[in-house]
């Protein structure tokens, strides 16, 4: 469980946010939505520790983020995945060595644990079969994946590889910044399908910071809209269709006319 109360914070005369109350409940799958610049991608990084608002706390799990030392911030960090805007992969690292990066950097050298926990997360994906992974078919597979550049990917499997990333270490959060932006439609799609299964199947909490109108309905259980600082809008997607507020609306018919597969 998430807890925001009363986030503030500029960066000098610029206040980006000013009295940010939301409640995240456990399993929940929130879209977060507001102009560029609004300060979505600055409440994520106060959320998880990056950032230190000027006032107010984040609770996660009954823990005040800004009064945890390093050592419980570490840890409390170990419940997050992240999956970066524009997947993020390291070019030059291969798909397993992207993947295994953190658990490596953390001292992890047993090359057996590392694959079996690259195999998991890939199958969670969907860029590895489900079959036996002693099978003749799956070690090729295993094989050809592994060892493949983000270069060699399409936008689709990056994105894909980017959020097996965050699975690794089985995270309670993840926090998604514009998981759709820049994929066609049809991926988009499958990228969405691919959020809304992974929290329902391992039961994570989904923040998921979009522009991307088309996925707030089909994926979000509530959406949360920023404007001038504040918590415009809180609500389910049908709360969002019914609403009267002009200021939600104008919002919303700019995108549904900008947006082409909405
Ligand atoms: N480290 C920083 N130093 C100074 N200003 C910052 C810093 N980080 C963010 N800002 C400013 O805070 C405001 C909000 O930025 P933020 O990145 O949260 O926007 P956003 O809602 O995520 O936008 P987008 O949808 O374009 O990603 C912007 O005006 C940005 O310039
Ligand atoms: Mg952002």
Same mark, same amino acid.
């Given at each position: 469980m998430i807890n925001i109360n009363n986030i503030h914070k500029s960066f000098g005369p610029k206040t980006v946010l000013r009295g940010i109350n939301i409640d995240i409940p456990d399993n929940d799958i929130l879209c977060i939505i507001g102009?560029? /610049?609004?300060g979505k991608s600055v409440l994520i990084k106060i959320i998880v520790g990056l950032l230190e608002p000027d006032l107010g706390t984040v609770s996660i799990d009954g823990n005040i983020v800004s009064q945890l030392d390093r050592k419980s911030l570490y840890k409390l960090r170990r419940k997050f995945g992240f999956v970066f805007q524009s997947a993020? +992969?390291?070019?030059? +690292?291969t798909v397993f060595e992207n993947i295994v990066l953190g658990l490596y950097e953390h001292g992890q050298r047993d090359i057996y644990y590392l694959e079996q926990e690259a195999i998991r997360v890939l199958k969670a994906v969907g860029l590895? #079969?489900? %079959?036996?992974?002693?099978d003749a078919s799956f070690i090729n597979e295993w094989k050809i994946l592994k060892?493949? +550049? #983000?270069?060699? +990917?399409s936008g689709g499997m990056k994105k894909r590889v980017g959020v097996a990333r965050a699975l690794v270490g089985n995270p309670e959060y993840i926090f998604y910044d514009e #998981? %759709? %932006? /820049?994929?066609?439609p049809v991926t988009s799609e499958q990228i969405d399908d691919l959020i809304a299964e992974l929290s329902h199947k391992l039961k994570v909490t989904s923040i998921i910071i979009t522009h991307d109108m088309f996925s707030v309905y089909k994926i979000a259980n509530r959406v949360v809209m920023l404007n001038d600082g504040l918590v415009q809008f809180e609500g389910t997607p049908d709360d969002l269709d019914k609403t009267n507020d002009p200021v939600v609306k104008e919002f919303l018919d700019r995108y549904k006319n900008n947006t082409n597969h909405y």
């Open positions: 102009k560029s /610049g609004c993020a +992969l390291f070019d030059s +690292l590895l #079969p489900q %079959t036996d992974e002693n060892d493949k +550049l #983000p270069s060699d +990917l #998981p %759709t %932006t /820049g994929l066609d």
